[in-house]
């Protein structure tokens, strides 16, 4: 579930009031992962390496409290402006923004569907791999056969976008504010003779987060990896 939370209840309280009214919240950063690991896991298993890669961020979300605030534009913020301001933060545009608090975590993968677009549907992250596994591979293929996406309200969605057909180094996304989820991207695996290693770039939200708290989110996705 998910409720509205005064920013002065929780430590994001000065940045809610610093970064909502900032033109660009959004940070993004990008490490090299070493995903040999990985790799072997999911030849082992069966497994497809983007199901493993998605539980592993989301393991590493679930675990740190940042993942689990997240500011929200209000709806026909015009007409309840003067009713949530108490509560709420106005942008640098008369926008009146909540800051609202979840309980759980899902991760959002964007699918090729049968009519050759694309699709996202918001997968429920579970400590049990195999529990995320069968999610994950039910939800995508509803997506990709009926041409539909699906969403889940009520969890803290971590977006992610595999662009496979190349290797990149790096991918900054646009920003608008309808959209503050926090998002990591890349491209193709990159194969070395000891290692096969891949560049994710992260971006996130200032007021969910600090970047220090950001880097420690990278490092613990890295540790996670490691021990699949």
Same mark, same amino acid.
């Given at each position: 579930?998910?409720?509205?939370?005064?920013?002065?209840?929780?430590?994001?309280?000065?940045?809610?009031?610093l970064w909502m009214s900032s033109p660009?919240?959004?940070?993004?950063?990008?490490?090299? *992962?070493?995903?040999?690991?990985?790799?072997?896991?999911?030849?082992?298993?069966?497994?497809?390496?983007?199901?493993?890669?998605?539980?592993?961020?989301?393991?590493?979300?679930?675990?740190?409290?940042?993942?689990?605030?997240?500011?929200?534009?209000?709806?026909?913020?015009?007409?309840?402006?003067?009713?949530?301001?108490?509560?709420?933060?106005?942008?640098?545009?008369?926008?009146?923004?909540?800051?609202?608090?979840?309980?759980?975590?899902?991760?959002?993968?964007?699918?090729?569907?049968?009519?050759?677009?694309?699709n996202s549907c918001d997968i429920p992250?579970?400590?049990?791999?195999?529990? *995320?596994?069968?999610?994950?591979?039910?939800?995508?293929?509803?997506?990709?056969?009926?041409?539909?996406?699906?969403?889940?309200?009520?969890?803290?969605?971590?977006?992610?976008?595999?662009?496979?057909?190349?290797?990149?180094?790096?991918?900054?996304?646009?920003?608008?504010?309808?959209?503050?989820?926090?998002?990591?991207?890349?491209?193709?695996?990159?194969?070395?003779?000891?290692?096969?290693?891949?560049?994710?770039?992260?971006?996130?939200?200032?007021?969910?987060?600090?970047?220090?708290?950001?880097?420690?989110?990278?490092?613990?996705?890295?540790?996670?990896?490691?021990?699949?």
């Amino acid at each position: 579930m998910k409720r509205e939370i005064a920013p002065s209840e929780t430590p994001r309280a000065a940045a809610f009031e610093l970064w909502m009214s900032s033109p660009m919240p959004m940070v993004t950063l990008t490490r090299t *992962f070493d995903v040999s690991r990985l790799l072997k896991v999911c030849k082992k298993r069966g497994w497809k390496f983007n199901m493993l890669l998605c539980w592993a961020i989301g393991c590493a979300a679930s675990r740190l409290k940042d993942f689990y605030l997240l500011p929200e534009k209000a709806k026909n913020a015009e007409k309840t402006k003067n009713a949530e301001k108490e509560k709420g933060e106005e942008g640098r545009n008369g926008e009146v923004w909540k800051l609202m608090q979840y309980d759980s975590i899902a991760i959002n993968v964007i699918v090729n569907n049968a009519k050759g677009g694309i699709n996202s549907c918001d997968i429920p992250y579970s400590d049990d791999i195999s529990q *995320f596994n069968a999610d994950y591979l039910r939800l995508t293929k509803e997506a990709s056969l009926q041409c539909k996406s699906s969403f889940l309200e009520n969890a803290m969605v971590v977006e992610t976008s595999a662009m496979i057909a190349t290797e990149l180094d790096s991918i900054v996304n646009q920003y608008t504010d309808q959209f503050c989820n926090p998002m990591l991207m890349w491209g193709h695996y990159r194969r070395g003779f000891f290692r096969t290693s891949l560049p994710i770039s992260f971006q996130f939200h200032h007021v969910q987060m600090d970047g220090g708290n950001a880097a420690r989110f990278l490092e613990l996705l890295q540790v996670i990896i490691n021990l699949q």
